[in-house]
């Protein structure tokens, strides 16, 4: 057997407890067929299909050419800070200081930071399943106790209260809870997000709130555990640009969360990071406060296609979807075909040229359902309808 080097890669065990994203995997696949000739259409990858608004573009060129190329303060530059604390704020009828504001590069790395900040090995934590599979990874890596809370499909994929309650236990140290929700499209209403707080009750419990869906919104309003009275100091709300504002590839997020948590996780920056791209959070600001009009016509276009293919998923033998009410993606049951989820998408892509992602890629509860993005347009929706469809008939109507 060939070695690649000379000498043994000795990798620190924790590595073996990082997970991963199952997207990315399968960006990887569809990519590896389409280089043999096959015609795939994408929807496996969470991103938007937009192009980040043109006014924002133009302020990080012209950022760029002001001299925007430095290292700035490790939490965000004061600017950003104070723009960020007045929109999450103000959307969430809270007051929100700056120094309560840490920007970093994506909403990813405010998961990861305030966890090392927070959770020690023999603490528990409790995560949505089926969820964003980071969650799990991170709480994994760092040696602690995931403990799974299911989201029921009957309940519009939010999680049992008593359910909740019945999981917290004296090692609890943190909850995380997300919504609108990856990968069900799920959005918690007032009502659960108020009786939350109030099973968790007074227990030295912070959560950690994802909201990096909550502008892409189809019906109702978004409601935060951040604005129950006396939650404020007990939330860590993470939200950023990447969705909202189809910035993706530019990385920039941030959390609000008490002052005294801010310092560390800034500390945890300037030990990684050093900070945020200083041009591209000047651009933030524009983001926040220029035209918003891209962000409603995102949603518009996002819900149109919602619309168009849940209707025709559920015309599909064996599957049955609801309608989720925010983010983009959709979450078909598909228990009635017969099949596993993973072996299920894995044929729609071989067999049927259509990229998805198994349920299971977002925990053990996702078995018995697909997820579909719809970020990409109505006809390439429609023809991916199409193309399950007549497999389903040749396959299952045998
Ligand atoms: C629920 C959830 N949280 C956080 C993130 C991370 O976003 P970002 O790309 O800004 O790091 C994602 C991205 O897919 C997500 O789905």
């Excluded at 073996?16 to 569809?30: I, K, N, Y």
């Excluded at 004061?78 to 007045?86: G, N």
């Excluded at 049927?352 to 359902?369: N, P, R």
Aim: aromatic letters at 8%.
């Amino acid at each position: 057997m060939s070695k690649a080097t000379q000498t043994e890669l000795r990798l620190a065990k924790r590595m073996a407890r990082l997970g991963t994203e199952t997207a990315f995997e399968v960006l990887v696949r569809a990519r590896a067929l389409e280089a043999k000739g096959k015609d795939i259409i994408h929807l496996e990858i969470g991103e938007p299909d937009f192009d980040t608004p043109a006014n924002v573009i133009e302020a990080a060129t012209d950022a760029l050419h002001k001299g925007w190329t430095h290292y700035g303060p490790s939490a965000g530059l004061p600017i950003l800070r104070e723009a960020i604390a007045e929109d999450a704020g103000r959307r969430r009828g809270i007051k929100i200081d700056p120094t309560e504001i840490v920007v970093v590069p994506g909403g990813k790395p405010i998961i990861f930071f305030t966890m090392l900040a927070l959770v020690e090995e023999e603490d528990e934590v409790i995560f949505p399943n089926p969820g964003f599979p980071i969650y799990e990874s991170m709480i994994q890596f760092l040696g602690a106790h995931a403990v799974p809370i299911r989201l029921r499909e009957e309940k519009d994929f939010n999680l049992d209260v008593d359910e909740l309650a019945a999981l917290i236990t004296d090692r609890t140290k943190l909850i995380i809870l997300n919504s609108p929700h990856n990968p069900t499209g799920g959005v918690m209403p007032e009502s659960d997000v108020r009786a939350i707080a109030r099973a968790i009750g007074d227990r030295d419990i912070m959560v950690l709130s994802d909201e990096i869906y909550s502008r892409l919104l189809f019906e109702g309003t978004h409601f935060s555990i951040m604005s129950v009275e006396g939650w404020k100091e007990r939330t860590i709300m993470l939200d950023g640009f990447s969705k909202t504002y189809a910035m993706t590839g530019w990385r920039m997020g941030y959390g609000a969360m008490r002052a005294d948590l801010a310092m560390h996780v800034a500390r945890l920056m300037t030990n990684s990071n050093s900070c945020t791209a200083s041009f591209t959070q000047v651009a933030g600001v524009e983001a926040l406060r220029g035209d918003q009009s891209s962000v409603q016509k995102m949603c518009a276009e996002f819900k149109r296609r919602r619309d168009v293919f849940v209707a025709g998923l559920n015309k599909i033998p064996g599957f049955s979807c609801r309608l989720p009410h925010g983010a983009f993606y959709v979450f078909p049951n598909i228990t009635r075909t017969g099949w596993k989820s993973k072996k299920l998408a894995d044929a729609i892509l071989e067999e049927a040229g259509v990229a998805c992602l198994s349920g299971t890629a977002f925990g053990d509860f996702g078995e018995g359902y697909l997820r579909f993005s719809v970020a990409n347009s109505i006809e390439n929706l429609e023809k991916a309808l199409e193309r399950i469809n007549s497999w389903a008939d040749r396959t299952m109507r045998k």
